[in-house]
């Protein structure tokens, strides 16, 4: 079943007051959502990449080990780049922090139910391939919770947020990739290409 929480008020409420936060977003529903709430030079757009957003907030985690990193990505997203949890855990980044808004349907493509409306449980997976602060969550304060967790920082964590059905208005950040990520680059003090 779909929980009753709002994806755009899920979305808003993690990246508030979000300070130097970097946030990745998954392809298509989080990219809209990240931008409705606000376009920031700190976020970086998968746009229509599917599958590597967490792979994505790995490397930047990694990379910039004072920063903390925020993932937010869809369950389709999530569910094709499942391995990602797997490195995620075994590597053990302590500034990353994944969020995945579970609609249980590829939202962005007529909503198909994905394998979360089924038997498949990705908190369970996170946490089983070692990621032990792993939760689902079905209510606001949940999502409250989750965001003063991932702003703290400490140990990798994961929440599978279970949101409604249907997309909201899109709201497009820029278009250009190569703006977005020289933008993002520049963001982090890092010149040239
Ligand atoms: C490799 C690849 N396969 C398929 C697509 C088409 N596609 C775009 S969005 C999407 C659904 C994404 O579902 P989810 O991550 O759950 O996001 P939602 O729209 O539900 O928020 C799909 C299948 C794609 N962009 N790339
Ligand atoms: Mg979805």
């Not at 990246?15 to 376009?39: F, I, K, Q, S």
């Not at 208005?169 to 040239?192: E, H, N, S």
Request: charged share 20%.
């Amino acid at each position: 079943m779909s929980g009753p929480l709002e994806r755009r008020a899920v979305v808003a409420e993690l990246l508030r007051e979000r300070g130097d936060l970097l946030l990745v977003t998954g392809l298509g529903g989080t990219t809209w959502d990240a931008a409705a709430v606000a376009d920031h030079d700190n976020n970086f757009y998968l746009w229509g990449g599917m599958g590597l957003a967490v792979a994505t907030g790995l490397g930047l985690a990694l990379a910039q080990p004072q920063r903390q990193v925020l993932v937010i990505t869809g369950d389709g997203e999530m569910l094709m780049g499942m391995g990602s949890l797997a490195t995620v855990a075994n590597r053990g980044p302590t500034n990353l922090a994944i969020a995945v808004i579970d609609n249980e349907r590829y939202g962005e493509t007529g909503e198909q139910l994905t394998h979360t409306a089924g038997t498949t449980d990705l908190a369970a997976i996170a946490l089983a391939n070692g990621i032990s602060d792993s939760r689902e969550i079905t209510d606001f304060d949940g999502v409250t919770t989750y965001r003063e967790r991932l702003h703290a920082g400490g140990d990798s964590c994961f929440a599978a947020i279970k949101v409604q059905a249907g997309n909201p208005t899109m709201v497009l950040p820029p278009r250009d990739g190569i703006m977005v990520k020289y933008r993002f680059r520049a963001a982090l003090g890092l010149g040239g290409v």
